[in-house]
């Protein structure tokens, strides 16, 4: 059994030993702190509320938020403190974001690590924060926003994939028939860019526009490419062309009647085989014999737009002279627009195309209006009307 002595001589070893880990440990943190205390106790400059570092081309944007009131400068340094920039700070009051650019950096990732300093040259504790610089590597990865298709009829069409990572806008330039320049900025999530304009041919060309970070302080551009416009494609609706074969109205009284591409409006018009009408195969369409209006309407409206109507047109037989015209409507026959101007009618058997673009439900009517003065019937034949879909995408 160990005796009193023993016990209190174990006691005081233990003790010496654990004074000497906080001696040691003491030691240690003024190490730590070595370049703060010499001197005597220090007094620290205040340190930046926040801080960080906008990213850029072979350059960064390095800032710090404080109050201003005793500070006097604050330094950046980087490449392990090999190198730094120093800012004097003006001012006596308020709450400023303070920043310097860091020109001619190489590409890659660095630490830059911030010091403050009040006015009477009291260091603040480091705060350190990583940023990355952006070069040819970056550049040599960025491509241009896929186009899916690009068509010219009377507008400019252009359809787009989804844009990458760090794609901010598309900028398409073209030069008009006049020559004057245009740019047109497509946002990033916009899948569909129509240009109520015709271009120089082979002058339309764009280029994509990235932000590699949301704070970079540099907007990155690839380079112009061109864009090859091509004739959209033109499809005939279903049941179109209206042939009128097969189809059967004799009265001019206006009937609704069903023929092969849909139910029409026949308020004057009847369908003819006779050996003086013209006409393509066995059937066409013939105005009325009076001198009052005649209308050959749609009752019903296409899903898609229309990007041409055509059909064949003459005077019938060796009757007077005729005019008509072409309209169409996109509220379900409450209005209607003209769409080709007056068309004239001849003995010559005429194949019409009227180019549109119309987006939406669209119907159509041929109009030939009354002719007061025509003595010799001035009757007219329509045949083989067609109504073109638009697929540009």
């Known amino acids: 059994m160990l005796s009193q002595k023993n016990i209190l001589v174990k006691r005081s070893w233990i003790m010496a030993v654990f004074l000497g880990i906080l001696v040691a440990a003491c030691s240690k943190m003024d190490g730590t702190y070595k370049e703060f205390l010499a001197g005597g106790e220090m007094r620290y400059s205040q340190k930046p509320d926040t801080l960080g570092i906008n990213p850029g081309h072979h350059r960064v944007r390095a800032w710090i938020a404080a109050k201003r009131s005793n500070l006097s400068k604050f330094q950046v340094f980087w490449n392990n403190r090999a190198d730094s920039v120093e800012v004097p700070i003006a001012g006596t009051t308020g709450n400023d974001t303070l920043s310097v650019i860091i020109d001619n950096l190489a590409e890659g990732s660095y630490t830059f690590e911030f010091f403050t300093f009040d006015k009477e040259g009291n260091k603040s504790i480091v705060i350190d924060t990583i940023g990355n610089v952006y070069g040819d590597e970056y550049i040599s990865s960025m491509s241009n926003r896929l186009i899916a298709s690009s068509t010219f009829g009377r507008k400019v069409k252009i359809s787009w994939y989804n844009a990458g990572e760090g794609v901010i806008r598309t900028e398409v330039r073209y030069k008009s028939l006049d020559g004057t320049p245009h740019l047109v900025k497509v946002k990033a999530n916009e899948k569909r860019t129509v240009i109520d304009d015709e271009p120089q041919e082979g002058s339309m060309e764009y280029r994509t526009v990235f932000l590699p970070h949301p704070n970079a302080i540099d907007t990155f551009y690839t380079d112009y490419a061109p864009i090859t416009l091509t004739p959209p494609v033109e499809e005939p609706y279903d049941n179109f062309p209206e042939t009128f074969e097969g189809a059967s109205q004799t009265s001019q009284t206006a009937t609704i009647k069903e023929i092969s591409s849909g139910e029409w409006n026949f308020a004057k018009w009847v369908t003819t085989s006779g050996s003086t ?13 009076t001198k009052d209006e005649c209308i050959f309407e749609m009752q019903f409206d296409l899903p898609n737009g229309a990007s041409k109507i055509s059909f064949y047109h003459a005077i019938c037989s060796s009757d007077g002279a005729s005019t008509f015209r072409v309209e169409y ?32 439900p669209v119907r159509f009517r041929f109009l030939k209006p009354a002719i007061p003065t025509c003595t010799a019937n001035c009757r007219m034949n329509l045949d083989d009307i067609t109504i073109y879909n638009i697929s540009d995408e």
Do not use: Y
Request: avoid cysteine; proline fraction near 2%; charge should be neutral.
């Open 329 to 360: 409507s996109m509220n379900g026959g409450t209005t209607w627009h003209d769409i080709g101007g007056v068309i004239t009618n001849t003995q010559t058997w005429t194949k019409k195309e009227i180019p549109l673009d119309i987006e939406g």
């Open 277 to 289: 009408d013209k006409k393509n195969g066995a059937t066409s369409i013939r105005s009325g014999t």
